[in-house]
């Protein structure tokens, strides 16, 4: 089983100062720890349960480590409910938009990134938001790492 974080409103909190992005689903924060970050769910700022589903998905991801992606690290709970997830992070990696890459830099990250979604679909997982913002890249060794893992298509979730 995948360990979990029971959070106070205290910690919450402080965890929201410390926010890296927003987004229309949750709300990227630093963590303790420089190499993960959390993920917190949420709508209109106000926090929110992550939902059953998105709870399944990150349990199975955290069980099967893939390679090419953020990985699952604990779930996150608030008053007994789950609000959230930490994930490993690791600064060398960045979004990049496509018009930002050398030409040959192009080519090779579109092309790892097709294998790399070969590799999850013989996972059994199907990945579909594949966009620049969801695939992050490390410019010196040119590695290519997935976020926004919980929003995949896993088994039955």
Known sequence: ??????????????????????????????????YSLYKIFSKCEKIQPMGKNKEKKIEL???????YSVKPI????????IIGYEMTSDYSFDTYRLYQFTKE??????????????YFSDNGIIY?????????????????????????QIANF
Not at 74 to 81: A, M
Not at 105 to 118: A, G, Q, S
């Open 128 to 152: 579909g938001d594949v966009d620049p913002r969801n695939i992050l890249f490390n410019r010196e060794t040119k590695e290519i790492q997935f976020c926004d893992m919980d929003n995949i």
């Open 1 to 34: 089983m995948i360990p979990n974080k029971n959070l106070n409103k205290k910690d919450i909190n402080e965890l929201l100062l410390n926010k890296v992005f927003s987004g229309s689903e949750a709300i990227i924060c630093e963590s303790d720890n420089p």
């Open 61 to 67: 991801l955290h069980q099967l480590q893939l390679d």
């Open 74 to 81: 604990s779930t996150i709970s608030y008053n007994d409910v």
């Open 105 to 118: 830099d192009l080519y090779l990250f579109l092309d790892k990134t097709k294998n790399i979604l070969e």
